[in-house]
């Protein structure tokens, strides 16, 4: 029977918790994670909502923790957060996804985290934007792997924005 402390500590981050495609996916992932293993929690940038009561309370019956980073107000830095998050926390794992790719990667990173993995599932933060393409490719020099959901994604991973092939990989996203 494992401890506490045998476990693996994995933290998933993601903007906001809900009912769109990634949201779901992650939802699903961290469900499905084997509690004899992992010891799971899903790390919410945005505030808690009416909204995601149901979904919040089907999550910690699957035993993943669910955590808000912020309480009120929306903020546009947090790496102040995120760091004192996973300091206090100590995860051995944070896997970012989409959105959430830049402040979650900074604080991880100066609290220590070792292993620090991100998925992109899809263009829209990056398509239009070239000031997040060279900071998402700036930080991938920060991240244990960057993963895409496609090989169409991770080709424009590469080529778009300059994530050196040696750190993407594909992993396509499963439906239930």
């Known amino acids: 029977m494992s401890t506490a402390d045998d476990l693996i500590k994995v933290v998933h981050v993601i903007d906001g918790l809900g009912s769109a495609g990634m949201e779901q996916m992650v939802a699903s992932l961290v469900c499905r994670l084997d509690k004899k293993r992992f010891d799971v ?5 945005l505030p808690m909502k009416e909204s995601v009561k149901n979904q919040v309370a089907f999550l910690e019956q699957n035993q993943v923790k669910v955590v808000f980073l912020q309480k009120e107000t929306r903020r546009k830095i947090l790496v102040k957060q995120y760091f004192d998050y996973f300091r206090s926390e100590q995860p051995d794992i944070v896997h970012s996804h989409s959105g959430v790719w ?4 900074i604080g991880a990173r100066l609290a220590g985290v070792k292993r620090l993995y991100h998925t992109e599932h899809g263009r829209v933060f990056l398509d239009d934007n070239l000031r997040a393409r060279l900071t998402h490719r700036f930080l991938s020099a920060l991240r244990t792997r960057v993963i895409a ?5 991770e080709t424009f991973l590469n080529t778009g924005v300059g994530i050196p092939k040696t750190k993407l990989a594909t992993l396509h996203n499963g439906i239930n």
């Open 149 to 153: 959901v496609s090989e169409e994604l």
């Open 41 to 45: 929690t899903l790390l919410s940038e």
């Open 102 to 105: 830049r402040d979650s990667c």
